[in-house]
């Protein structure tokens, strides 16, 4: 996980709240529950927190030209793909499905709801670092 998801999933709530889809305090609540999970997940070594390499926007163009999708998405995509990452989970159905098709070697999991959230995580927390 790198600083630049942390920001992708803050916008995304943000960007909730502009189009009445959630409330400001919702959005508190997700983006501290983000805060507090990755913090968490990263101290039980579940995460592993990456920096960011300015190589990796130059070779994240290949993921671009491999499975079509935009410089934000190839960079999310190259360090998930570059750094032995076991699980992709982004709330873009677009991306998810260019990542499973594409010739990466990752499982990819889209979140539908509250329950699927809840089982990927026991699972996750289950499996052990």
């Not at 592993?48 to 995509?77: T, Y």
Request: net charge negative; charged share 25%.
């Amino acid at each position: 996980m790198s600083d630049w998801s942390i920001n992708e999933a803050i916008w995304t709530a943000e960007k909730k709240v502009q189009e009445n889809k959630i409330s400001n305090r919702e959005a508190f609540v997700i983006i501290n529950l983000i805060a507090d999970t990755v913090s968490d997940c990263i101290q039980d070594g579940v995460i592993v927190w990456l920096g960011f390499p300015e190589r990796a926007v130059v070779e994240s163009r290949v993921v671009i030209e491999e499975i079509r999708c935009n410089a934000a998405d190839a960079l999310h995509v190259y360090f998930a793909a570059t750094s032995g990452c076991d699980y992709f989970v982004s709330a873009d159905e677009d991306l998810i499905l260019q990542v499973s098709f594409g010739r990466l070697r990752m499982e990819t999991v889209y979140l539908h709801s509250p329950i699927d959230m809840n089982k990927f995580f026991n699972e996750v927390e289950n499996s052990g670092p």
